[in-house]
């Protein structure tokens, strides 16, 4: 399993807001062009389409959602080619703190962690250091 964080200063309520509306997933994360989802806030069992560049388009179906402890589970792709992640949004000491877990071996979900930061800084709203 790969785990990813950022931490930001974008208010926690505004940031948790941007996680469950499908519609605002490209607004944050430069992968995903759009979404087609049915539901305007992912509940689970919710289900779509995330249309990312060029031709890809990849099925997902959220597995749940916990919107007191601003968590939820999703499992994007099809069959053997899909993956399930965990996700959250936590206020720190330090700011608001959004995480993703990609249930993957390490090397093999390696290569999407720098997208997924970067998607997670943008969600929190993080300064350039």
Partial sequence: MLEISATGDRPLDEVWERYVHPALWSTW???IRRVT?????????S???V???LVV?????VESVDHEDRSWTWRAGVGPLGV???HGVEETADGVRAWARIHLPAAVALPYGPVAWLALRR?????AQ
């Fill in 29 to 31: 994360a430069p992968q």
């Fill in 37 to 45: 989802c049915a539901d305007d806030v992912i509940v689970a069992g």
């Fill in 47 to 49: 289900r779509g389409v």
């Fill in 51 to 53: 249309h990312g560049p």
């Fill in 57 to 61: 388009r990849v099925p997902f179906e």
């Fill in 84 to 86: 399930r992640m965990d």
């Fill in 123 to 127: 969600l929190v709203g993080a300064q």
